[in-house]
């Protein structure tokens, strides 16, 4: 009755899904009942058992292993070949279960390699972001380059500067707090065209020229000698502008810039300061400027005065 038990549940066992539901209980993966039934010599039996389990393949695949070596050592015994020595010359045990794993694997259907290859790929990944995010947790990145320095070497080289120019000429124009004066210079800003520069005023512009009859234009301004504008004509033909970048402008520049500091981000110690923290309002005032050259270049070229 055990020996009856035991057959149902081998066959039970080893017998594919398939199989079962057709009510087939043939037992057919069970390796190791395929080399029982061979009876073979000892040696030989159990090189086989060694060799199909080390492969760890799929019971389908060690079934097949099985099969293959039990005709391999049929023959050789056949031929009048000693089973101790069939064993010896079949050669290591592990190495030949690694090249017939390694086969088997190849020949997988293509699904299978599909998915093992994006199995390795999402464990790879996986451990990466593992590894970064513990480094990411643990580490605290260090900034090296300090780019204001990059920056402010163009202004710290030796040479002439435009910048002393261009601030002297500003100021003398009525610049202060980075805002132009009231009156015609206003167009140098805030109209976008040339004409409306030189003979418009600004709607916002309150100051008394404006409130007059006659208020001068920008045309009017200009067409006086003016020696800011030599001024800022030579300032533009020095190639090196000359201005020092920082969170807080030099002292001979808060007058025409205004803001003298600015500290809302703080720079750990060690580290370059960072530069959504600078101060640049050297920029609006070359604005300024360029659009009032630019004035007075169009009415240059309108009395062909190059």
């Known amino acids: 009755m055990a020996l009856v038990a035991e057959s149902f549940w081998r066959r039970l066992r080893f017998t594919p899904l398939g199989d079962v539901w057709r009510g087939q209980l043939n037992g057919r993966l069970d390796w190791r009942y395929l080399v029982a039934e061979a009876d073979l010599p000892a040696e030989i039996a159990n090189t086989i058992r060694q060799v199909t389990h080390k492969t760890r393949l799929w019971n389908s695949e060690r079934v097949d292993v099985a099969q293959e070596l039990i005709a391999h050592f049929q023959d050789g015994l056949e031929m009048g070949r000693n089973a101790k020595q069939l064993a010896n010359e079949f050669g290591d045990v592990l190495q030949a279960a690694k090249l017939i794993r390694r086969a088997k694997r190849r020949g997988r259907p293509i699904w299978w390699q599909t998915l093992h290859a994006g199995c390795w790929f999402v464990g790879g990944f996986f451990v990466l972001y593992t590894l970064l ?61 040339i004409a409306a520069q030189l003979d418009g005023i600004p709607e916002d512009d309150d100051s008394d020229a404006a409130a007059t009859d006659n208020p001068p234009t920008l045309r009017e301004f200009l067409t006086e000698p003016q020696p800011q504008l030599a001024e800022l004509r030579a300032a533009t033909k020095t190639p090196n502008l000359g201005f020092t970048i920082g969170q807080s402008y030099q002292p001979e520049d808060t007058e025409l810039l205004g803001m003298q500091s600015r500290t809302f981000l703080s720079t750990p110690a060690g580290e370059p300061p960072e530069l959504i923290s600078m101060l640049m309002g050297h920029i609006q005032i070359l604005n300024h400027a360029g659009a009032l050259l630019a004035s007075d270049a169009a009415l240059a070229a309108e009395s062909d005065d190059a």
Do not use: F
Request: aromatic fraction near 12%; hydrophobic fraction near 40%; charged fraction near 20%.
């Open 133 to 193: 995010a513990i480094y990411m947790l643990t580490e605290r990145p260090m900034l090296d380059t300090d780019y204001l320095a990059i920056i402010n070497r163009r202004a710290d080289a030796q040479g002439e500067a435009a910048w002393p120019q261009y601030r002297k000429a500003m100021l003398s124009l009525g610049w202060r707090n980075a805002q132009p004066p009231k009156g015609p210079l206003l167009n140098s800003w805030y109209q976008t065209d």
